[in-house]
């Protein structure tokens, strides 16, 4: 981790190359475009196997978790990494609810009550995942929250909720603090998603059993830290997506001939992927210093939060795009795995917040003129 005050480290350190080696050796071999656009079709995208080597295997799951309580005791600049890695291969794991956003909203919670849930989710036995839209920015104000009945009991309904099918905890706001429900006492609904490999649910609660971890001021406080800094690490995922896109875009047309020429070698061809790779650069060190930031705690983390989700999300979608259109006519098929890519980009770019969003919260901090 990065210690407060220290300089802004955009490097990758050896731990976190090799912790990116062995999340990439998994996702090739376990995670292959085919499979996904298999499990997507088949309406379910999320492979349980996959997720236990992840999240107790390889121990992803535990990045943000001190030792103390069961976890790695590492950083958001190691689980940016996964991010990167699980963008790249347009993985349908619920890793940014369970590992980021769950994981810093228990460690905001009352310790002693949040322990034994700490401890589950980063030994990757049991998928938390927040009762929250998955378009919730940092900062915005939060949905009305469900009601609780009394006797341990909570009534309402959470809508749009990332990966909740997979999930066995949902965390719940409610007027009284957070809490931690069991799926099995939540009714969900599914809803049709753009991106199949984030699919999303609406919970009713209808008198469910739930275990209270925080109060109303500590529940919104640690929401909110949450949301920051899953806001930040979500740059890192789509940085991993644009990279994908460029590198096999390039490749593709490297083979791909017209008038006995490969494609990349025509001016105009060579100016997009030219400036893609300079917009996919640019993103890279925006994600990086965002991670860091969140890593050292730093006072301006939120100004390079809404930074890098302000650029970020939209060289993912640039990116996706050019690898759509460059592809031809495969990249319009429902084979090629181009429109997973596009798909996750336009999705990622409405989560935790809009560029609209982020670029008005940069005016803010910066004392800019509002866009």
């Known amino acids: 981790m990065t210690a407060p005050g220290a300089a802004l480290d955009l490097r990758y350190s050896d731990t976190e190359e090799e912790l990116r080696s062995a999340v990439r050796s998994l996702l090739a071999a376990r995670c292959t475009p085919a499979g996904v656009l298999a499990r997507a079709e088949g309406g379910r995208p999320h492979d349980p196997a996959l997720w236990d080597t992840l999240a107790a295997g390889i121990g992803a799951a535990g990045l943000l978790v001190p030792e103390e309580l069961g976890g ?3 950083g958001p600049r190691e689980a940016a990494v996964v991010l990167e890695e699980l963008g790249r291969a347009v993985a349908p794991a619920p890793y940014l609810a369970h590992a980021v956003l769950c994981a810093v909203i228990l460690l905001g919670c009352d310790r002693a009550a949040a322990a034994p849930h700490l401890a589950e989710l980063a030994a990757g036995r049991r998928v938390y995942v927040p009762a929250l839209p998955l378009t919730q920015a940092p900062g915005a104000p939060l949905p009305p929250p469900v009601r609780d009945s009394g006797g ?5 309904r959470a809508t749009s909720i990332a990966d909740a099918v997979a999930a066995d905890v949902l965390l719940v706001l409610a007027d009284t603090g957070l809490y931690a429900v069991e799926a099995s006492e939540v009714r969900l609904t599914p809803r049709t998603p753009l991106d199949l490999t984030r699919p999303l649910a609406d919970a009713a609660l209808g008198g469910a059993a739930a275990t209270r971890l925080a109060d109303p001021g500590t529940a919104g406080a640690a929401v909110q830290k949450a949301l920051l800094c899953g806001a930040g690490l979500l740059a890192s995922e789509q940085v991993g997506l644009a990279e994908w896109c460029l590198d096999r875009t390039v490749a593709y047309l490297r083979t791909r001939h017209q008038f006995n020429r490969p494609v990349g070698s025509f001016q105009a061809v060579k100016h997009r ?13 925006a994600a990086r210093a965002a991670a860091d930031a969140l890593a050292a705690d730093a006072p301006d983390a939120p100004l390079t939060v809404a930074v890098a989700q302000a650029y970020c999300s939209g060289v993912a979608v640039r990116a996706a795009e050019e690898c759509v259109q460059l592809h031809g006519g495969i990249g319009m098929t429902w084979e090629h795995p181009a429109h997973l890519y596009l798909k996750r980009a336009k999705a990622d770019s409405l989560a935790l917040g809009t560029a609209g969003h982020h670029h008005a919260t940069v005016a803010a901090l910066a004392d800019l003129p509002a866009p």
């Open 72 to 74: 790695q005791g590492a």
């Open 273 to 285: 992927l030219a400036r893609l790779w300079l917009d996919t650069a640019a993103a890279r060190a």
């Open 152 to 156: 341990g009991t909570l009534t309402g």
